[in-house]
């Protein structure tokens, strides 16, 4: 699956590949993920901060990712924004149908047979691979240590001069408001995407003014084009 590896010493929080002057690179897999949970998931602090020399700094989110929100994340990022899903899809319905036309044909000796052993290929294939998906995401949690909750990054949002920043404790990068990629409103969180494979989560129950109060800025800082809401 390639996501994120995170260990005791160093926790990566942010892209490698995005450009960041002014900033020291962070260490990435293929993409980063966060997600919220409150008291069954996220633990975050978030704080109003007042302007700085180098602009105004208006959140600032501590992260902890656990399991339960990590497979939340992934599915949403793997099967719907990737649509990864069709494939196998695609498969299921090309042996479902060759088996159909063989029922058809049953008056033709081993058509049944040949046509049973095409569903069973047909669905079994596709299952595995769904199982194997969930299974692997089960294995990574389990390897991160996601249970209980890990600490992640800190993330900071500011106007169209402080940018945006993320800090893990070890490393810090900066990323300007033009740079993200597209903003995705889910049921509790809220995903930043620096880059079309990275992404960086906030979850709504640590915005002390809610959600609609995120999206207020991401409308003010993101053109509408690359701001999307999955769920109000």
Same mark, same amino acid.
């Given at each position: 699956?390639?996501?994120?590896?995170?260990?005791?010493?160093?926790? *990566?929080?942010?892209?490698?590949? @995005? !450009?960041?002057?002014?900033?020291? *690179?962070?260490?990435?897999?293929?993409?980063?993920?966060?997600?919220?949970?409150?008291?069954? $998931?996220?633990?975050?602090?978030?704080?109003?901060?007042?302007?700085?020399?180098? $602009?105004?700094?208006?959140?600032?989110?501590?992260?902890?990712?656990?399991?339960?929100?990590?497979?939340?994340?992934?599915?949403?990022?793997?099967?719907?924004?990737?649509?990864?899903?069709?494939?196998?899809?695609?498969?299921?319905?090309?042996?479902?149908?060759?088996?159909?036309?063989?029922?058809?044909?049953?008056?033709?000796?081993?058509?049944?047979?040949?046509?049973? &052993?095409?569903? @069973?290929?047909?669905?079994?294939?596709? &299952? +595995?691979?769904? #199982?194997?998906?969930?299974?692997? #995401?089960?294995?990574?949690?389990?390897?991160?240590?996601?249970? *209980?909750?890990?600490? +992640?990054?800190?993330?900071? #949002?500011? /106007? @169209?001069?402080?940018?945006?920043?993320?800090?893990?404790?070890?490393?810090?990068? !900066?990323? *300007?408001?033009?740079?993200?990629?597209?903003?995705?409103?889910?049921?509790?969180?809220?995903? =930043?995407?620096?880059?079309?494979?990275?992404?960086?989560?906030?979850?709504?129950?640590?915005?002390? /003014?809610?959600?609609?109060? =995120?999206?207020?800025?991401?409308?003010?800082?993101?053109?509408?084009?690359?701001?999307?809401?999955?769920?109000?």
């Amino acid at each position: 699956m390639g996501f994120l590896q995170f260990d005791e010493k160093k926790t *990566p929080c942010a892209p490698a590949d @995005a !450009a960041a002057p002014q900033s020291v *690179p962070l260490e990435t897999e293929n993409r980063l993920w966060y997600n919220q949970g409150g008291r069954s $998931g996220f633990a975050a602090v978030v704080f109003f901060m007042s302007k700085g020399a180098q $602009g105004a700094l208006l959140m600032k989110v501590e992260v902890r990712l656990n399991e339960k929100e990590f497979f939340r994340f992934s599915t949403f990022d793997v099967l719907r924004l990737r649509k990864r899903w069709r494939s196998p899809a695609i498969f299921a319905a090309i042996l479902c149908a060759c088996a159909a036309v063989c029922f058809l044909m049953r008056h033709v000796r081993g058509a049944v047979v040949l046509g049973i &052993a095409l569903l @069973a290929a047909g669905i079994g294939i596709p &299952a +595995v691979y769904f #199982l194997n998906f969930f299974l692997s #995401l089960r294995r990574q949690a389990r390897q991160e240590g996601l249970s *209980p909750a890990k600490y +992640v990054y800190t993330l900071e #949002l500011g /106007d @169209a001069a402080a940018g945006i920043t993320v800090d893990n404790g070890h490393e810090h990068a !900066a990323y *300007p408001w033009e740079q993200v990629f597209h903003a995705y409103r889910g049921a509790s969180a809220s995903y =930043l995407y620096i880059t079309p494979q990275r992404a960086f989560l906030i979850p709504h129950d640590c915005v002390r /003014d809610g959600a609609d109060a =995120l999206w207020k800025l991401f409308e003010a800082r993101l053109p509408a084009g690359r701001r999307t809401v999955l769920y109000h």
